[in-house]
């Protein structure tokens, strides 16, 4: 529990120029040659260490080989990212050794899809949605990148209808950013949407996790805390105040934001040595054949 | 009621101490970061423009709920109940065309 709430050990990139902050899983290589060979038995999870993705990530465990846990660090107040990793252990300990963890920094993304130009986005959306949209999209922006470099073709998120009130957990945004994957040959999925809350805790409860300290609906302590998050939400928390999300300004948010996040993902590839255009095309011929074997 | 728009409990009625303790846990909370923003912003100044953006959202959203917008504040043992609170149930779009009909209409 102590280890819980100190702030965890600093964090530093694993190589000069690398987003990725832990070394538990390597980093595969690419070259312009020689694509990652498409794993059908291996999935992806967008994790926390919550209720919701720790229980994706026990339902997921069942039906595939391998599950990548990715975290993210966005840099601006997201912090306690040592306790997705305490989770980590949990469930290995439990499940056979099936996770491997990787903690990200989405800082530079970030940036450039919403921080360099905030002040400019909130005058034109009005609403301070636009940083939790944004941060979001700079994370699917690098699952998709993490996919393509694992030779993953699914990756995942603990979303729920029972927090639908979070902009990137509603329907719409998950429907878009459905789209986004699909256009870079990967598959979005949210297993737990309609599980209920309840439902989820007893599942983890059962393997023995920890669950933290548990304020109304809210389970404290074992995930990243983000402040921006808890202003954002807290008059909705505190005083049942409507969230500010248009739906017609969160898709065209995420339609001008998705035309920078395209061009981050190309740059990243471009600085991997490797065109984005050839390793998809590489990845649909993969996947064509692997329908055809079935 | 979890696809409710704004929120599964957005307009439930609540009682006069919650909104106060509330407003009070709102503003104390704003205010430490916005503290921290502008202590953090001297240091560096290229998170100016976040310590703005913080800004000029904490003093919106603190008018907001000074005026009460969408929160619906009943009585100081129980939260009556005033408006009713709206239950909207929303689609989930399986492919692209039915997305975009929808946010057409919605337009």
Known sequence: MLNSLLPGPPLKPIAPGSDVMNDDAPVPPLRPDHFPEVKPNEIALMFSGGVDSTATAVMLAEQYDKVHLVTYRNGYGHWHHHRSHMRLDELNKRLDNKFTYTLISTKGYFDKVIVDTVMADYRRYKSGFIWFMGCKLAMHMRSIAFCLEHGLTITTDGSNSDTAEMVEQSLLSLSLIRFFYEDHTVEFGTPVYEVRRAASRELIKDLGIRMGVQVLDRHLCIQPTCVAGELYYLPYLLMNKPVNHDEIAVSKFIEEKEVICRKVLGAYFEGRGVDLDTLLANRREQIAALKGTD | ?107
Request: hydrophobic share 45%.
């Open chain 2, 1 to 107: 009621m979890a696809r409710c728009c704004g929120g599964k409990n957005a307009g439930k009625p609540i009682t006069v101490p919650r909104y106060l303790a509330g407003l009070a846990v709102f503003a104390t909370y704003h205010s430490v970061v916005a503290v921290g923003l502008r202590a953090a912003a001297r240091v560096k100044p290229e998170i100016s423009h976040v310590r703005d953006f913080h800004r000029t959202v904490f003093k919106d959203e603190l008018k907001e709920v000074i005026r009460r917008d969408g929160i619906n504040v009943g009585g100081w043992v129980e939260p009556v109940q005033i408006d009713e609170y709206c239950a909207i149930e929303l689609p989930l779009f399986d492919d692209e065309a039915a997305l975009e009909t929808a946010l057409e209409v919605a337009a």
